[in-house]
């Protein structure tokens, strides 16, 4: 019963250091988002992939890299961490089709100083 | 581009009394419209969801929405909060697009009060 699981659940950077966040889902889901959260600014789309093989840029991509290693898997990269980037993230997954909802992974608390 | 709009960023709710969160929605056509909740810690939820039909929509936990063309609003609500509804809550907007491409609300946070 895992659903999507994220690792890690928290990390601290230096500003400049990188870092990958690890994305899994176990549902066969086509579909696979990377979320952002803020305070008082809701979930913010960075990056999503619609099938295995296809990445596209949400609405705040700058800064970030995804990788779609195969249907499972969708990781979520860092190269030069920003204070910025200091943020909650959550991975997500869903099925084909428009009436699909969002499974969400439990979120990783990330703090660049 | 589709946009949602949470107006209220706290809400005090004593328990037992009823409850309404506010959502209205931008977008051209007749939208896909939900509401998520996420408990403190973890990830978001489906609360429920309206795609066409009946514009009263039952979900999870007691709750429900109505969808209101003419307002662009879809709130939520339940008859009678229990203290574990405590959390906060997101209305979002998808579009057609073949896949689940959601814009997210800035989230109303619930108390409940004894």
């Known amino acids: 019963n895992a659903g999507v699981t994220q690792t890690p659940k928290f990390q601290v950077l230096k500003t400049g250091q990188s870092m990958t966040l690890q994305c899994a889902q176990d549902?066969?889901?086509?579909?696979m988002y990377w979320y952002r959260q803020d305070p008082g600014m809701g979930l913010r789309l960075i990056y999503y992939?619609?099938?295995?093989?296809?990445?596209d840029k949400g609405e705040v991509p700058n800064g970030y890299n995804v990788s779609r290693l195969n249907k499972r898997e969708f990781s979520l990269r860092l190269e030069s961490a920003a204070p910025s980037q200091t943020s909650v993230y959550f991975c997500?997954?869903?099925?084909?089709?428009?009436?699909?909802?969002?499974?969400f992974g439990s979120g990783t608390q990330l703090s660049v100083l | 581009a589709q946009s949602v709009t949470q107006p209220d960023i706290h809400i005090t709710v004593s328990e037992g009394a009823s409850l309404e969160l506010r959502c209205n929605y931008s977008y051209g056509a007749t939208p896909y419209l939900f509401w998520y909740v996420q408990s403190p810690g973890q990830g978001l939820q489906l609360l429920l969801k309206?795609?066409?039909?009946?514009?009263l929509v039952q979900g999870i936990k007691g709750f429900e929405a109505e969808f209101k063309r003419s307002q662009s609003s879809f709130n939520l609500r339940k008859p009678s909060v229990h203290w574990s509804d405590a959390a906060e809550y997101f209305c979002a907007v998808g579009i057609p697009s073949g896949f689940q491409k959601l814009v997210f609300g800035t989230g109303t946070r619930l108390l409940v009060s004894p």
């Open positions: 309206y795609f066409s039909g009946d514009t």
């Open positions: 992939s619609a099938s295995e093989g296809t990445t």
């Open positions: 549902m066969n889901h086509n579909s």
């Open positions: 997500a997954s869903s099925g084909s089709g428009n009436n699909e909802k969002l499974f």
